[in-house]
């Protein structure tokens, strides 16, 4: 089994552990691929939607799994009980959806020893959540896949008093500063391009004040940061 860039990257990040929970698995590609590698002894993978269960019992059945993952049907945390999983992985969705996925089984989340959260779009807003809600990110890098870039934070349910708590780190992401993350020049700039179209609208669209100084405060800080990396 292959993983893409995108999913070799979360696996890379996944602690041993003793059951995994695969949130969102659709072919259950990495709760398989965990286990064959001795990452985790078992995993449940999860999905709201039949079709994406169907595909995941499929790689289930191809290496001779059954017996290691549990296929569950269910939105987000519930098809889990409290303190069933060590590690979750959140994957392949929305910030917004993942943050309410999280709200909604917060008990859960806040049991587990390590979260796994790789957010598609509307990134920015996970990190406020996580720091509005007790949550720590202990580490986070980026992959590349084609012409993409995608992020993975690994989370820890509890609270950090040294993050900096910025509207830059928030979409940039501390941790990947920090560490110097090999993708960050890029990720930078498709940041900054796309922080300088949302400027550009509400300038044309004569946003009121406060809007618009946010926004320019926030592709300030970002162009000075790009300068002193």
């Given at each position: ?147 993409k870039l995608y992020q993975v934070l690994s989370v820890i349910p509890k609270p950090d008093d040294k993050a900096i708590k910025t509207d830059l780190y928030a979409v940039v992401g501390e941790k990947l ?27 044309s669209a004569r946003q009121p004040g406060p809007i618009l100084e946010k926004e320019e405060s926030l592709l300030k800080d970002m162009l000075e940061l790009n300068r002193q990396i």
């Amino acid at each position: 089994m292959v993983l893409s860039d995108r999913l070799a990257l979360i696996y890379s990040m996944i602690p041993p552990c003793d059951i995994l929970c695969d949130i969102g698995t659709d072919h259950a590609l990495l709760p398989a691929y965990a286990i064959l590698n001795k990452r985790c002894k078992r995993a449940i993978a999860c999905d709201v939607g039949k079709g994406p269960l169907n595909r995941a019992k499929q790689t289930v059945e191809r290496y001779f799994l059954q017996d290691k993952i549990e296929l569950r049907l269910g939105n987000g945390l519930e098809p889990i009980s409290r303190d069933e999983a060590d590690v979750l992985v959140i994957a392949g969705m929305g910030g917004v959806l993942m943050t309410e996925l999280l709200l909604k089984g917060m008990d859960k989340a806040k049991q587990a020893q390590r979260i796994l959260l790789q957010p598609m779009y509307t990134h920015e807003v996970v990190r406020p959540f996580l720091w509005e809600n007790g949550f720590s990110v202990a580490d986070e890098s980026l992959a590349r896949e084609g012409d993409k870039l995608y992020q993975v934070l690994s989370v820890i349910p509890k609270p950090d008093d040294k993050a900096i708590k910025t509207d830059l780190y928030a979409v940039v992401g501390e941790k990947l500063v920090l560490k110097g993350d090999p993708l960050l020049k890029d990720w930078l700039e498709r940041l900054i391009q796309r922080q300088t179209k949302i400027v550009t609208g509400i300038r044309s669209a004569r946003q009121p004040g406060p809007i618009l100084e946010k926004e320019e405060s926030l592709l300030k800080d970002m162009l000075e940061l790009n300068r002193q990396i």
